[in-house]
T-cell receptor
Framework: DQQVKQNSPSLSVQEGRISILNCDYT??????FLWYKKYPAEGPTFLIS?????DKNEDGRFTVFLNKSAKHLSLHIVPSQPGDSAVYFC????????????FGTGTRLAVRP | GAVVSQHPSWVICKSGTSVKIECRSL??????MFWYRQFPKQSLMLMAT?????????EQGVEKDKFLINHASLTLSTLTVTSAHPEDSSFYIC?????????????FGPGTRLTVT
Protein backbone atom coordinates (compact mmCIF):
# COMPACT_ATOMS: atom_id res chain seq x y z
CA ASP A 1 0.00 0.00 0.00
CA GLN A 2 1.93 2.98 -1.33
CA GLN A 3 0.61 5.95 0.62
CA VAL A 4 2.92 8.41 -1.12
CA LYS A 5 3.21 8.16 -4.87
CA GLN A 6 5.41 9.77 -7.44
CA ASN A 7 3.94 8.65 -10.72
CA SER A 8 6.71 9.96 -12.94
CA PRO A 9 9.83 7.83 -12.54
CA SER A 10 11.87 10.24 -14.62
CA LEU A 11 11.88 13.78 -15.96
CA SER A 12 14.20 15.53 -18.41
CA VAL A 13 14.41 19.32 -18.54
CA GLN A 14 16.55 21.83 -20.39
CA GLU A 15 18.91 23.92 -18.28
CA GLY A 16 17.33 27.24 -17.32
CA ARG A 17 13.76 25.96 -17.65
CA ILE A 18 11.39 24.99 -14.87
CA SER A 19 11.34 21.47 -13.40
CA ILE A 20 8.06 20.36 -11.86
CA LEU A 21 8.03 17.20 -9.78
CA ASN A 22 4.73 15.84 -8.57
CA CYS A 23 3.67 13.79 -5.58
CA ASP A 24 0.29 12.41 -4.51
CA TYR A 25 -0.70 10.95 -1.18
CA THR A 26 -3.63 8.99 0.15
CA UNK A 27 -3.37 9.30 3.94
CA UNK A 28 -5.42 12.27 5.15
CA UNK A 29 -3.51 12.18 8.45
CA UNK A 30 -0.34 13.44 6.78
CA UNK A 31 0.27 17.00 7.91
CA UNK A 32 3.90 17.67 7.05
CA PHE A 33 5.60 17.13 3.73
CA LEU A 34 9.23 17.18 2.70
CA TRP A 35 11.29 16.91 -0.45
CA TYR A 36 14.68 15.23 -0.49
CA LYS A 37 17.36 15.04 -3.14
CA LYS A 38 19.43 11.90 -3.48
CA TYR A 39 22.53 11.04 -5.45
CA PRO A 40 23.46 7.40 -6.15
CA ALA A 41 25.03 5.58 -3.21
CA GLU A 42 24.37 8.53 -0.91
CA GLY A 43 21.75 9.30 1.68
CA PRO A 44 18.96 11.80 0.93
CA THR A 45 19.54 15.47 1.67
CA PHE A 46 16.70 17.70 2.78
CA LEU A 47 15.55 20.34 0.32
CA ILE A 48 12.36 21.97 1.49
CA SER A 49 9.27 21.22 3.54
CA UNK A 50 5.73 22.43 3.97
CA UNK A 51 3.20 22.17 6.73
CA UNK A 52 -0.43 21.40 5.96
CA UNK A 53 -1.46 24.83 7.22
CA UNK A 54 0.29 26.38 4.23
CA ASP A 55 -0.18 25.99 0.51
CA LYS A 56 3.19 27.30 -0.60
CA ASN A 57 6.73 27.50 0.68
CA GLU A 58 9.64 29.03 -1.14
CA ASP A 59 13.39 28.74 -0.66
CA GLY A 60 15.56 30.22 -3.36
CA ARG A 61 15.04 28.31 -6.58
CA PHE A 62 12.82 25.74 -4.88
CA THR A 63 9.10 26.16 -4.26
CA VAL A 64 6.74 23.54 -2.90
CA PHE A 65 3.00 23.79 -3.48
CA LEU A 66 0.44 21.83 -1.47
CA ASN A 67 -3.14 21.18 -2.55
CA LYS A 68 -4.75 19.46 0.42
CA SER A 69 -8.11 18.88 -1.21
CA ALA A 70 -6.42 17.05 -4.07
CA LYS A 71 -3.84 15.42 -1.77
CA HIS A 72 -1.18 16.62 -4.13
CA LEU A 73 2.08 18.45 -3.79
CA SER A 74 4.63 19.60 -6.27
CA LEU A 75 8.20 20.84 -6.23
CA HIS A 76 9.17 23.57 -8.67
CA ILE A 77 12.80 24.23 -9.46
CA VAL A 78 13.50 27.35 -11.45
CA PRO A 79 15.81 27.89 -13.16
CA SER A 80 16.95 24.27 -13.39
CA GLN A 81 20.68 23.64 -13.34
CA PRO A 82 22.70 20.56 -14.35
CA GLY A 83 23.70 20.11 -10.71
CA ASP A 84 20.04 19.53 -9.90
CA SER A 85 20.20 16.20 -11.71
CA ALA A 86 19.40 13.60 -9.04
CA VAL A 87 16.55 11.50 -7.70
CA TYR A 88 13.95 13.49 -5.81
CA PHE A 89 11.81 11.90 -3.12
CA CYS A 90 8.78 13.39 -1.49
CA UNK A 91 8.03 12.26 2.03
CA UNK A 92 5.18 12.75 4.44
CA UNK A 93 4.69 12.64 8.17
CA UNK A 94 1.44 12.16 10.05
CA UNK A 95 0.20 13.69 13.27
CA UNK A 96 1.29 11.61 16.22
CA UNK A 97 3.52 9.36 14.14
CA UNK A 98 6.62 10.17 16.10
CA UNK A 99 8.26 11.92 13.15
CA UNK A 100 8.18 8.79 11.00
CA UNK A 101 8.48 9.55 7.33
CA UNK A 102 6.74 7.75 4.49
CA PHE A 103 8.62 8.15 1.24
CA GLY A 104 7.49 8.15 -2.35
CA THR A 105 9.23 6.07 -5.00
CA GLY A 106 11.27 8.94 -6.36
CA THR A 107 11.59 10.82 -9.64
CA ARG A 108 14.88 10.93 -11.48
CA LEU A 109 15.50 14.44 -12.79
CA ALA A 110 17.97 15.02 -15.60
CA VAL A 111 18.79 18.62 -16.46
CA ARG A 112 20.30 18.91 -19.94
CA PRO A 113 22.96 21.59 -20.48
CA GLY B 1 26.30 21.11 11.01
CA ALA B 2 24.04 18.03 11.27
CA VAL B 3 26.39 15.45 9.79
CA VAL B 4 25.53 11.77 10.03
CA SER B 5 28.03 9.07 9.20
CA GLN B 6 27.60 5.38 8.52
CA HIS B 7 30.15 2.63 8.65
CA PRO B 8 30.90 0.64 6.64
CA SER B 9 29.84 2.23 3.37
CA TRP B 10 29.71 -1.16 1.73
CA VAL B 11 30.09 -4.73 2.91
CA ILE B 12 30.06 -8.16 1.31
CA CYS B 13 29.40 -11.11 3.55
CA LYS B 14 28.65 -14.77 3.22
CA SER B 15 25.21 -16.19 3.80
CA GLY B 16 24.65 -17.08 7.44
CA THR B 17 27.02 -14.51 8.91
CA SER B 18 26.05 -11.37 10.81
CA VAL B 19 26.87 -7.81 9.82
CA LYS B 20 26.87 -4.71 12.02
CA ILE B 21 26.26 -1.23 10.61
CA GLU B 22 27.01 1.86 12.67
CA CYS B 23 25.24 5.18 12.43
CA ARG B 24 26.71 8.23 14.14
CA SER B 25 25.56 11.81 14.47
CA LEU B 26 28.86 13.66 14.43
CA UNK B 27 27.98 17.15 15.59
CA UNK B 28 24.67 16.87 17.37
CA UNK B 29 22.85 14.64 19.79
CA UNK B 30 20.03 12.59 18.35
CA UNK B 31 17.40 11.27 20.68
CA UNK B 32 15.80 9.39 17.82
CA MET B 33 17.40 7.49 14.99
CA PHE B 34 15.66 5.80 12.09
CA TRP B 35 16.73 2.87 9.95
CA TYR B 36 15.60 2.48 6.33
CA ARG B 37 16.30 0.08 3.55
CA GLN B 38 16.06 0.76 -0.14
CA PHE B 39 15.85 -1.78 -2.94
CA PRO B 40 16.92 -0.72 -6.43
CA LYS B 41 14.55 1.80 -8.01
CA GLN B 42 12.25 1.63 -5.01
CA SER B 43 11.34 3.90 -2.16
CA LEU B 44 13.07 4.14 1.19
CA MET B 45 11.18 1.85 3.55
CA LEU B 46 11.30 2.58 7.25
CA MET B 47 12.42 -0.48 9.19
CA ALA B 48 12.52 0.79 12.74
CA THR B 49 12.72 3.78 15.01
CA UNK B 50 15.17 3.74 17.89
CA UNK B 51 15.32 5.99 20.89
CA UNK B 52 18.38 6.27 23.10
CA UNK B 53 18.23 3.89 26.00
CA UNK B 54 15.06 2.09 24.99
CA UNK B 55 14.01 -0.72 22.69
CA UNK B 56 13.51 0.00 19.04
CA UNK B 57 10.06 0.15 17.51
CA UNK B 58 9.85 -1.99 14.40
CA GLU B 59 7.57 -1.46 11.44
CA GLN B 60 5.12 -4.14 10.48
CA GLY B 61 6.78 -6.98 8.61
CA VAL B 62 10.29 -6.28 9.89
CA GLU B 63 11.74 -9.15 11.93
CA LYS B 64 13.15 -7.69 15.13
CA ASP B 65 15.17 -10.82 15.86
CA LYS B 66 16.83 -10.58 12.49
CA PHE B 67 17.50 -6.86 12.47
CA LEU B 68 18.88 -6.02 15.89
CA ILE B 69 19.00 -2.33 16.70
CA ASN B 70 20.93 -0.84 19.58
CA HIS B 71 20.86 2.87 20.43
CA ALA B 72 23.50 2.97 23.13
CA SER B 73 24.14 6.71 23.19
CA LEU B 74 22.78 9.97 21.84
CA THR B 75 25.24 9.82 18.95
CA LEU B 76 25.37 6.13 18.04
CA SER B 77 22.91 3.56 16.81
CA THR B 78 23.80 0.17 15.35
CA LEU B 79 21.90 -2.19 13.10
CA THR B 80 22.98 -5.83 13.11
CA VAL B 81 21.70 -8.06 10.33
CA THR B 82 21.85 -11.54 11.87
CA SER B 83 22.23 -14.69 9.81
CA ALA B 84 22.19 -12.68 6.62
CA HIS B 85 20.78 -14.19 3.44
CA PRO B 86 20.97 -13.00 -0.17
CA GLU B 87 17.49 -11.48 0.07
CA ASP B 88 18.86 -9.14 2.76
CA SER B 89 21.10 -7.54 0.17
CA SER B 90 20.03 -3.93 0.04
CA PHE B 91 21.01 -0.33 0.68
CA TYR B 92 20.58 0.49 4.37
CA ILE B 93 20.28 4.13 5.38
CA CYS B 94 20.03 5.63 8.83
CA UNK B 95 18.84 9.05 9.82
CA UNK B 96 19.20 11.01 13.02
CA UNK B 97 16.49 13.31 14.27
CA UNK B 98 17.23 16.78 15.55
CA UNK B 99 14.79 19.41 16.74
CA UNK B 100 14.85 22.47 14.50
CA UNK B 101 12.30 25.26 14.63
CA UNK B 102 9.96 23.23 16.80
CA UNK B 103 9.97 20.25 14.46
CA UNK B 104 12.20 17.20 14.19
CA UNK B 105 14.35 17.25 11.10
CA UNK B 106 15.90 14.01 9.92
CA UNK B 107 19.47 14.05 8.70
CA PHE B 108 20.50 11.05 6.67
CA GLY B 109 23.69 9.08 6.61
CA PRO B 110 25.35 8.17 3.32
CA GLY B 111 24.04 4.61 3.44
CA THR B 112 25.57 1.15 3.57
CA ARG B 113 25.34 -1.24 0.67
CA LEU B 114 25.10 -4.81 1.89
CA THR B 115 25.69 -7.70 -0.49
CA VAL B 116 25.15 -11.21 0.84
CA THR B 117 26.65 -13.98 -1.27
Amino acid sequence: DQQVKQNSPSLSVQEGRISILNCDYTNSMFDYFLWYKKYPAEGPTFLISISSIKDKNEDGRFTVFLNKSAKHLSLHIVPSQPGDSAVYFCAASAVGSGDKLTFGTGTRLAVRP
Amino acid sequence: GAVVSQHPSWVICKSGTSVKIECRSLDFQATTMFWYRQFPKQSLMLMATSNEGSKATYEQGVEKDKFLINHASLTLSTLTVTSAHPEDSSFYICSAGRLAGGETQQYFGPGTRLTVT
